[in-house]
């Protein structure tokens, strides 16, 4: 009987030995190209969550599936016309700049995919070692106290007290040997077990790769160059603006120094009065030189990170958006609050590496929980300032809607005063220039509130950065 048992042992340790060397068969990744995964969806069980609540059942990873390119959506953005709303499509089919994080995270997915398959075999295996293990432990300790306690009875005025005890001893020190052996295998299977599990669940930071919707990677960066790219973009639409008044601008003080030249002519304006004149225009000029260039170079950023041939920038257009006030106004604070912080990849990570660190329980779970809370607090405070900076620049939008009326109310006054010569040509230069600035101050104003916009947006997706 004590033979057979030994025999078992061995051979489970022996399992056990050569479990933790097995070489899982798997084809190689890369030998054909890689193509993105369709992650599972979000009802589907993860890996690690079947592992713990099914140790004893058998597991198979499932392959991942190819998906199909969304014609209408690839077509839809597959042409010269840039919109804000249609930026992340554009960019999930041609911005190099997330082809190449995505193609980098989509290697990394296989090979984690193919590692998992024996990661999940052997978590399994060991699963059922342990149990099986267990079981030997309880069997040794058992018998070990059996013969501690039938030692702990021998009465010394036994004539054979001496032999009985030497033999009950030396049965002790062999089942206490073989007992340590084996609960040093049972630690070690569950130390497997546990590391293994951990990196299963880190894995899970590449899975669902095509799907932006879920917290991972690849969609947090997808997230992160659509938002960049949007800003960019609307600063190229301002700076057009801009460029477009400093144009008229320039043009205006122009005439306003062959004005002042003429005036200087007829002895009713002085000689400060022209370079004064001269140098406004100069300025004008350099600075409208100065922002074309800016406006240039801005374009050719947008190009190249949406994915267009240098030699095709001249074919765009960028489509001027509107403000969605529909969704301000949709906009519930409180709601979007608590998903700021739990959909941020700050606050998810740290949740993710304190789930299986083990502290004393008077401190570690607090330590812990103070932690996450912290994060989630500093979330939650960048979300405040976006959200109050979102409801300033609606203020501010509003605001210019009445200086919009105000400019085309004073457009046609002064062309009125004008023509009735209530104002020299001179001074209804000068009133068209400060037109100007107003007409440039309402297009600031609806960019900002977009930009502002889209932070929020992008905020409640959980892309703060925070440090």
């Known amino acids: 009987m004590k033979k057979s048992i030994c025999k078992r042992i061995i051979s489970l340790i022996l399992i056990t030995y050569f479990a933790c060397n097995i070489i899982y068969a798997k084809p190689n990744p890369f030998e054909t190209e890689v193509s993105?995964?369709?992650?599972?969806?979000?009802?589907?069980?993860?890996?690690?969550?079947?592992?713990?609540?099914?140790?004893?059942?058998?597991?198979?990873?499932?392959?991942?599936v190819k998906p199909g390119v969304d014609v209408n959506e690839y077509e839809s953005v597959n042409n010269?016309?840039?919109?804000?709303?249609?930026l992340d499509s554009r960019i999930k089919y041609f911005s190099p700049t997330y082809l190449n994080i995505k193609e980098g995270a989509q290697s990394m997915y296989w090979m984690a995919y193919y590692a998992r398959g024996g990661n999940d075999t052997l978590v399994y295996n060991y699963?059922?070692?342990?149990?099986?293990?267990l079981d030997a432990v309880n069997m040794y300790k058992n018998l070990k106290n059996s013969y501690i306690m039938q030692r702990n009875h021998l009465k010394k005025d036994d004539p054979d007290y001496e032999t009985k005890y030497e033999d009950l001893s030396t049965q002790i020190a062999t089942?206490?040997?073989?007992?340590?052996?084996?609960?040093?295998?049972?630690?070690?299977?569950?130390?497997t077990i546990t590391g293994t599990k951990s990196a299963l669940g880190l894995s899970r930071a590449l899975y669902n790769i095509g799907n932006i919707d879920n917290n991972n990677q690849v969609a947090y960066a997808?997230?992160?160059?659509?938002?960049?790219?949007s800003s960019v973009v609307l600063t190229y639409m301002q700076l057009n603006t801009y460029v477009d008044i400093l144009e008229k601008q320039t043009n205006l003080y122009y005439d306003m120094y062959l004005l002042k030249k003429k005036n200087y002519e007829l002895g009713i304006a002085t000689a400060l009065d022209v370079s004064t004149s001269l140098d406004n225009y100069e300025t004008s000029k350099n600075t409208y030189k100065s922002t074309q260039n800016t406006l240039n170079n801005v374009k050719e950023q947008v190009a190249i990170n949406l994915g267009y041939k240098i030699s095709d920038i001249d074919k765009l257009v960028f489509v001027e958006p509107e403000v969605d006030l529909l969704y301000i106004d949709s906009i519930n604070f409180e709601n979007d609050k608590e998903r700021t912080?739990?959909?941020?990849?700050?606050?998810?990570?740290?949740?993710?590496?304190?789930?299986?660190?083990?502290?004393?329980?008077?401190?570690?779970?607090?330590?812990?929980?103070?932690?996450?809370?912290y994060t989630a607090n500093k979330i939650v405070t960048e979300f405040e300032n976006i959200y109050a900076n979102l409801k300033a620049k609606r203020i501010a939008y509003e605001s210019s809607m009445y200086l919009s009326e105000i400019c085309d109310i004073n457009e046609k006054a002064n062309k009125r005063k004008l023509n009735n010569k209530l104002v020299s040509e001179l001074e209804y230069k000068g009133l068209e220039l400060q037109n100007l600035a107003n007409k440039l101050q309402v297009k600031i104003a609806k960019y900002d509130l977009i930009n502002a916009s889209n932070d929020y947006y992008y905020a409640t997706l959980g892309n703060i950065t925070i440090s």
């Open 175 to 191: 089942y206490t040997g073989m007992y340590n052996n084996v609960l040093g295998t049972y630690n070690m299977t569950n130390r």
């Open 80 to 86: 010269y016309n840039i919109y804000i709303k249609t």
């Open 341 to 373: 912080y739990t959909s941020n990849s700050s606050y998810t990570s740290l949740k993710i590496s304190d789930k299986d660190r083990k502290f004393p329980q008077s401190t570690g779970e607090d330590l812990l929980n103070k932690r996450q809370e």
């Open 127 to 133: 699963k059922e070692y342990t149990t099986e293990i």
């Open 36 to 64: 993105e995964p369709v992650g599972e969806q979000k009802n589907i069980k993860s890996d690690g969550a079947i592992i713990s609540n099914n140790p004893y059942k058998e597991y198979t990873p499932i392959n991942p």
């Open 222 to 229: 997808r997230r992160m160059v659509t938002k960049s790219l």
